[in-house]
């Protein structure tokens, strides 16, 4: 079984700081790993994706994730931060003969002027 | 296109009755999965289905039942409302559930509150 943790359930930081969301999973065999974002009464949307290769997988708004297979981490980052990134993130991972997924908690990000 | 769509949007039932959530993938998807958000926590995985057999079960009591249509669309069941079913009710659809490259597309969701 697998399981996802997200260190911080809320990050305020003011806008055009950098950012780090935490994410660390557990799991017996090799997984897939996720980010997905979700905004205020909206459903999930895909943010990144580590399916293989590059351990640094990009989004096109700028935000990054590295997975770190010996410390089975996940951390998003972004440079930078807009309002406009205010949102929930969650991680999650999904094994590799499957596409079901298992969330973290989540952690709001909240972006200050 | 149209996304994942997902019906009704928010419902109130009471404890003890019955609620049908209805989702329709989208167009050329053949996956759907259901997944439970409560306020707080993060999604969790409920049904998922494939050409209307189920290929994954949740940790979840039996008052909880899904099926798949021909027309890929789903519906999802719960008996016996109880105060803790209360959360926000996700629908996924994807081409197909065995390969995690298939990505899945989540729908707003349905917002249950059982008082």
């Known amino acids: 079984a697998q399981s996802v943790t997200q260190l911080d359930s809320q990050v305020p930081v003011f806008e055009e700081a950098p950012v780090e969301l935490r994410c660390n999973y557990s799991?017996?065999?090799?997984?897939?790993l996720f980010w997905y974002v979700q905004y205020p009464n909206q459903g999930l949307q895909l943010l990144l994706k580590?399916?293989?290769?590059?351990?640094l997988v990009e989004s096109i708004n700028g935000f990054e994730a590295e997975f770190n297979k010996s410390q089975t981490s996940f951390h998003l980052r972004k440079p930078s931060v807009h309002i406009s990134d205010t949102a929930e993130y969650f991680c999650?991972?999904?094994?590799?003969?499957?596409?079901?997924?298992?969330f973290g908690a989540g952690t709001i990000l909240r972006v200050k002027s | 296109d149209a996304g994942v769509t997902q019906s009704p949007t928010h419902l109130i039932k009471t404890r003890g009755q019955h609620v049908t959530l209805r989702c329709s993938p989208i167009?050329?998807?053949?996956?759907v999965s259901w997944y439970q958000q409560v306020l707080g926590q993060g999604p969790q995985f409920i049904f998922q289905?494939?050409?209307?057999?189920?290929?994954g079960r949740g940790n979840f009591p039996d008052r909880f039942s899904a099926r798949q249509f021909p027309n890929y669309s789903s519906e999802l069941n719960v008996n016996a409302l109880l105060l803790g079913d209360s959360a926000l009710y996700l629908c996924?659809?994807?081409?197909?559930?065995?390969?995690?490259?298939?990505?899945?597309?989540f729908g707003p969701g349905t917002r249950l509150t059982v008082l």
């Open positions: 999650a991972v999904s094994e590799m003969d499957g596409n079901k997924l298992v």
């Open positions: 580590y399916l293989s290769g590059s351990t």
């Open positions: 996924a659809s994807s081409f197909r559930w065995d390969r995690v490259s298939n990505e899945q597309f």
């Open positions: 167009s050329g998807h053949k996956s």
């Open positions: 289905y494939y050409e209307k057999e189920e290929r």
């Open positions: 799991s017996s065999v090799s997984v897939y």
